[in-house]
Nanobody, 116 residues
Framework: VQLQASGGGLVQAGGSLRLSCAAS????????MGWYRQAPGNQRELVAT???????NYADSVKGRFTISRDNAKNTVHLQMNNLKPEDTAVYSC???????????WGQGTKVTVSS
């Protein structure tokens, strides 16, 4: 399984960005896809996840500003980020988990920089 992320960049505070991640390979349909981020000097943290049934989970810091969605037919997950803040600056990584097989896959990170 490979994950290809895209959509990072530089944006001013209050702006928006949309991250996308496409999964390819042999993917078990029951899975959870999500986004994690790591800022310099910090540990990686969960941003948002979404199950194949559409169940979502968000970090408190992004609730009301970020929206995660997925297209099961295309094995893609998106993260719409609105009202971005400087503290959202980080490398964002796409993740796919298959609980049944205890498998986990990571995409390459995409950098998001929010200027004040």
């Amino acid at each position: 399984v490979q994950l290809q992320a895209s959509g990072g960049g530089l944006v001013q505070a209050g702006g928006s960005l949309r991250l996308s991640c496409a999964a390819s390979g042999s993917i078990f349909r029951v899975n959870t896809m999500g986004w994690y981020r790591q800022a310099p000097g910090n540990q990686r943290e969960l941003v948002a996840t979404i199950t194949n049934n559409g169940g979502t989970n968000y970090a408190d810091s992004v609730k009301g500003r970020f929206t995660i969605s997925r297209d099961n037919a295309k094995n893609t997950v998106h993260l719409q980020m609105n009202n971005l803040k400087p503290e959202d600056t980080a490398v964002y990584s796409c993740n796919l988990k298959v609980l049944l097989s205890r498998s986990e896959y990571w995409g390459q990170g995409t950098k998001v920089t929010v200027s004040s």
